[in-house]
């Protein structure tokens, strides 16, 4: 596709006229205008753009040339667009009832003002044409987006991007941030630290440096990670007064709610060392491990149970008495089991599991005697089987291959 582009562009390039009289290289941009605009709700002004890298990209209704650079265009605002804060604009002189099709065609998803003469303020004589324009509202850079296969123009924002960084986020992304800063307001009232703190720190990354939004992304953070340290300042109170079941409490919180911030790494340190310096605090951390395994192991059993897998789920909850009697997963795993084992039917569907796998090696290897002729030796095998498990599905096949027995 970049090479299909890079040709046609080139084609267009030789052809087209080469004389231009373009605005100078740090001269502040003037306003633009339009009679109609698509893909914005309002008309814009790079007044209201100040702080990001706007890009203008002009065409003519009478020049195909617009019309031909328009996907790498869609490409660059892909590339650069919100993340980057980077603004494309289209500009051209066609009315809407002679650029709407092609625009739609096309999936254009940056704002394009229509019946604009803005090119006049510009002194741009030939087309098509992109200004990029610095964050400080100056002209950077005039050139055809065809140069080089559109190579130029990508070097050009990429060199203004480096030089003069945006400070302000593109309006979509601003509005993102600005939901998650919403959204980590209401978990912090619901003392939801762990979602307050997912949900500023994706609108932190989100915001641009130099952004007081950026700054408000920040100062919800420190206050979200000022409650976490205040945890582990409680906690290390309650090991002085040896509350260690407080300790472990408070720093599992932290440990959980801020993971990967700095106060969860805290968190963590502090664990380890009254971990090591007293043995209650190992035994509690053991015991809460244990639950937590317990509970995934009793999840699991229950989802199996209600999926009908009766044998499956009787297994797991046995291993949860023996192997966590101590927790209260295991009083739980314990009582689903006395329910069980008053429901005659599904503990059919329990012995049938267990006898499974012995059942399944007995009668491979009774009909192993079978094919060789030792039908004698097939039939003791059987029995095993029948008498074992005599009310099993296993059972019911050991009899019937008795049954055709010579």
């Not at 804060?85 to 096309?106: N, P, S, W, Y």
């Not at 559109?150 to 509005?175: M, N, W, Y």
């Not at 941030?177 to 932190?204: G, I, M, Q």
Request: aromatic share 8%; proline share 3%; net charge negative.
């Amino acid at each position: 596709m970049r090479v299909f582009i890079a040709i046609t562009l080139s084609v267009l390039y030789l052809l087209g006229p080469r004389a231009v009289a373009d605005l100078e290289k740090g001269t502040y941009a003037p306003d633009i205008e339009a009679k109609d605009w698509k893909n914005t709700d309002e008309p814009l002004s790079l007044h209201e753009l100040r702080g990001m890298v706007v890009l203008l990209f002009f065409w003519v209704s009478w020049h195909k040339g617009g019309e031909y650079v328009m996907p790498m265009m869609n490409f660059i605002n892909s590339k650069f667009g919100r993340s980057q804060g980077v603004f494309l604009i289209g500009l051209t002189d066609a009315d809407r009832t002679r650029v709407e099709q092609m625009l739609e065609k096309e999936r254009v998803l940056f704002p394009v003002g229509m019946e604009s003469k803005s090119y006049e303020e510009y002194k741009l004589t030939n087309f098509p044409r992109v200004v990029v324009i610095d964050p400080q509202g100056r002209v950077a850079w005039t050139g055809w987006p065809g140069e080089k296969g559109g190579d130029t123009l990508f070097r050009e924002v990429q060199r203004v991007i480096a030089e003069t960084p945006p400070t302000r986020t593109h309006p979509i992304e601003a509005a993102e941030v600005r939901r998650n800063l919403a959204d980590a307001r209401r978990a912090l009232r619901d003392e939801n630290y762990r979602e307050a703190y997912k949900k500023a720190t994706a609108a932190f990354n989100r915001a641009l440096t130099g952004d007081p939004l950026k700054t408000e992304c920040q100062d919800m953070l420190d206050l979200i990670e000022a409650l976490g340290r205040d945890k582990v300042a409680r906690a290390e109170q309650a090991a002085d007064e040896k509350e260690f079941e407080t300790v472990v409490t408070l720093l599992r919180d932290v440990q959980r709610d801020y993971r990967g911030s700095e106060v969860s790494r805290e968190a963590t340190r502090w664990l380890k060392l009254v971990q090591k310096k007293h043995k209650e605090v190992a035994d509690l951390i053991k015991e809460q491990e244990d639950e937590v395994l317990a509970n995934n192991l009793l999840a699991t059993a229950l989802d199996e149970l209600r999926a009908g897998k009766f044998g499956e789920a009787y297994v797991k909850l046995e291993d949860i008495t023996a192997d966590y009697s101590a927790t209260q997963a295991a009083a739980k795993a314990q009582t689903v089991l006395d329910r069980m084992k008053k429901n005659e039917d599904m503990m059919l569907y329990v012995k049938d599991y267990q006898a499974a796998a012995e059942c399944t090696s007995l009668l491979s290897q009774a009909r192993g005697y079978e094919r060789s002729g030792r039908p004698n030796k097939a039939k003791e095998l059987y029995l095993i089987v029948i008498e074992k498990y005599g009310d099993t599905v296993h059972a019911d096949e050991a009899r019937r291959r008795i049954a055709e027995l010579p």
